[in-house]
């Protein structure tokens, strides 16, 4: 827009939280390009259902684990395979899936670990940053 900085001013109430939907700038332009098209201050706000249905979703994950484990309890091998759904673009695509196995696989003390992971791209909602980043989906097996 050509604007310079000291003419823009962005104001953001504290909502609460600071992490997931919140950590990139997807709607900022909109609100901008109202306010240059309307001459005035716009407000841009998701009601809770659009929040819903069009903000980032926590990437859905197809996981293989198996784990080798002696009678007395002490494990012997881990081996994860993790599919990430990061939906139509992946702009946390790889991280997510890189803490899948970095975050959950070396809580045990084990010395022979396979992590595979895949990141897919699919028609289906975006995968953003969420409490957890990837850990969550995997810590269900893990921790079963």
């Known amino acids: 827009l050509e604007i310079p900085l000291k003419q823009i001013r962005v104001i ?3 909502i609460g939280g600071g992490f997931g939907t919140k950590q990139e700038i997807l ?3 909109i609100a901008a390009s109202f306010t240059w098209e309307l001459k005035r201050p716009v407000k841009f706000e998701f009601t809770r259902k ?3 249905i069009s903000a980032r979703t926590r990437h859905p994950m197809t996981t293989y684990f198996k784990a080798g484990v002696k009678k007395d309890g ?5 081996d994860m395979k993790i599919t990430s759904n990061t939906g139509a673009y992946g702009s946390h695509a790889l991280t997510v899936l890189s803490n899948t196995g970095s975050k959950t696989l ?3 003390h084990c010395e022979n670990i396979r992590f595979i992971g895949d990141t897919v791209y699919t028609n289906l909602p975006v995968g953003g940053a969420y409490r957890g980043y ?3 989906q995997a ?3 893990t921790q079963a």
């Open 139 to 141: 810590a269900k097996f």
């Open 27 to 29: 709607t900022d332009s």
């Open 74 to 78: 002490t494990i012997t091998a881990m």
């Open 134 to 136: 990837g850990a969550t």
């Open 50 to 52: 659009e929040e819903f």
């Open 106 to 108: 070396p809580l045990y």
């Open 12 to 14: 953001k109430p504290r």
